[in-house]
């Protein structure tokens, strides 16, 4: 079972660059999140989604984008990277509001 | 407003020691749900317990177990005879039951568990 994807695992950007991690996950969750992880931060949520067609804003929304056109995915986008945007950032999904969270194995993006 | 303390950053022990991880929480809602995750040093996020405000019975599997006390506000972490692949950081998690509820998350206990 795939549970939950995400991809690209690493990128490297430069300042300015623009990019999009995509989460999949294979489980029919309604919810999905992502998160960033910094050192001495824990796990801060960005955008959220409650349903296909839906995002939300999380702690830390400012110099990203999502979306869920497709109940499956998750995208989350940066239009113009930031050094401060360098981080590891996970997507997870869950089947009901407070369930369990299902993670994706994470993705290092490094902005010079 | 949902909030995960989490007041210890680091601990080191030595192997088949005890050793409790504390987190603290705060909300006002008489509802919510309390996490424990693991992230070993392979960077995975691993669900470990979830407990709703309602069931304060004590948990145990293995060597792991939870006390959760509503009195104080929190839900600790006590492994029993660490083990070396028990390192890990460990994080706590708030969640409420509101239309837009998400998982609030403490900054992470890392524990290093020496042979």
């Known amino acids: 079972n795939a549970g939950v994807t995400q991809t690209p695992k690493f990128r490297v950007l430069k300042t300015g660059q623009s990019m999009t991690l995509l989460c999949a996950q294979d489980?029919?969750?309604?919810?999905m999140y992502w998160y960033r992880q910094d050192p001495g931060m824990g796990l801060r949520l960005i955008h959220y989604?409650?349903?296909?067609?839906?995002?939300a804003k999380g702690e830390v929304p400012d110099g990203y984008n999502v979306s869920r056109l497709k109940k499956q995915n998750f995208l989350l986008g940066l239009e113009s990277a930031a050094p401060s945007q360098t981080s590891v950032y996970f997507c997870?999904?869950?089947?009901?509001?407070?369930?369990?969270?299902?993670f994706g194995e994470g993705s290092r993006l490094t902005v010079l | 407003a949902q909030k995960v303390t989490q007041a210890q950053t680091e601990i080191s022990v030595v192997e088949k020691e005890d050793v409790t991880l504390d987190c603290v929480y705060e909300?006002?809602?008489?509802?919510?749900?309390l996490f424990w995750y693991k992230q070993p040093p392979s960077g995975e996020l691993v669900f470990l317990i979830r407990?709703?405000?309602?069931?304060?019975q004590n948990e145990i599997s293995g060597r792991y177990s939870w006390n959760f006390q509503k009195s104080t506000s929190s839900f600790n972490f006590t492994i029993t005879a660490s083990q070396v692949v028990d390192s890990a950081v460990y994080f706590c998690?708030?969640?409420?039951?509101?239309?837009?509820?998400?998982?609030?998350f403490g900054k992470g206990i890392t524990l290093s568990v020496r042979p």
């Open positions: 997870a999904s869950s089947f009901w509001r407070s369930g369990e969270l299902f």
């Open positions: 909300t006002r809602d008489t509802t919510y749900y």
């Open positions: 407990r709703n405000s309602f069931d304060e």
């Open positions: 989604s409650v349903g296909e067609g839906t995002t």
């Open positions: 489980m029919n969750h309604e919810y």
């Open positions: 998690a708030l969640s409420l039951t509101g239309a837009n509820s998400k998982l609030t």
